[in-house]
């Protein structure tokens, strides 16, 4: 038997009910995992001291989507429209992306993912892109998730684009936040027709981002079953 590699999912939390709260984790993440050849971990909140021990027990992270990032995390006062925040879950996962750097273990961060990985750098937010950016494209999509909604842009000599071979991909959108000040550890390897920063690599480590769900269009993508499958073979 191979031995395959263990992808910890940094998780949400979820209360339906006083008797049903708890983790939460989308299923296309441990589906396309699964399907990729790694083994899925989720890796519910919990205390920025864990971050080590669930690092130590992985081959590689992927920070998955959710809520908005705490602006106070990028020095902020919270706009109007921030959506929800959930603190807790920043801590967590600012340690893990602090952690996983240090050891240089590979990193994908998906939506949430990769605004988290921009904050933990010292990267801002805008923390809500039809009210501050009038200008912008729709970046939230009304038809169902597996569907494209928008074309991005792939920089060549960037690991996207040794994945994907081509410089236009169609992929989904559902954020109402995106990347303002870049930080300077980061590249931006992707941007959408309207300028928004889509993707962004490491410029010496192991750690990719999009700002789209590869996860939900893996089912019906070529590209994005690449993605998750060189993601995998990575963290072998
Ligand atoms: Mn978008």
Redesign the pocket.
């Known amino acids: 038997m191979t031995k395959k590699p263990v992808i910890g999912i940094t998780a949400s939390y979820v209360k339906h009910n006083h008797y049903m709260e708890g983790v939460y984790v989308h299923q296309d993440y441990h589906k396309a995992i699964v399907a990729s050849g790694g083994i899925p971990l989720v890796l519910p909140v919990s205390t920025k001291e864990m971050a080590i021990h669930y690092l130590a027990m992985c081959d590689g992270i992927i920070m998955s989507g959710g809520e908005d990032v705490d602006p106070q995390f990028y020095q902020q006062d919270p706009h109007q429209k921030l959506g929800f925040i959930f603190p807790e879950r920043d801590e967590v996962e600012l340690a893990l992306i602090q952690a996983c750097l240090d050891e240089n273990k590979p990193l994908l961060g998906i939506c949430r993912g990769l605004q988290i990985l921009n904050v933990a750098l010292g990267g801002t937010l805008i923390q809500d892109l039809p009210s501050q950016v009038p200008t912008s ?1 729709q ?1 939230v999509q009304t038809i169902p998730r597996p569907r494209s ?2 074309s ?1 842009t792939i920089e060549k000599n960037s690991h996207l684009h040794t994945i994907f071979e081509k410089e236009r991909v169609r ?5 109402h936040q ?1 990347i303002d000040t870049l930080a300077t550890e980061l590249k931006a390897v992707a941007f ?1 027709g309207d300028g ?1 920063i ?1 993707a962004v690599e490491h410029v010496s480590k192991k750690a990719w981002a999009v ?2 769900h590869p996860e939900s269009m893996f089912s019906t993508s070529k590209d994005m079953q690449k993605l998750f499958q060189t993601f995998v073979q990575t963290c072998q």
Request: charged share 5%; hydrophobic share 55%; no cysteine.
């Open positions: 494209m970046h909604f928008h991005v992929v989904n959108s559902l954020h995106a959408a928004i889509e700002q789209w």
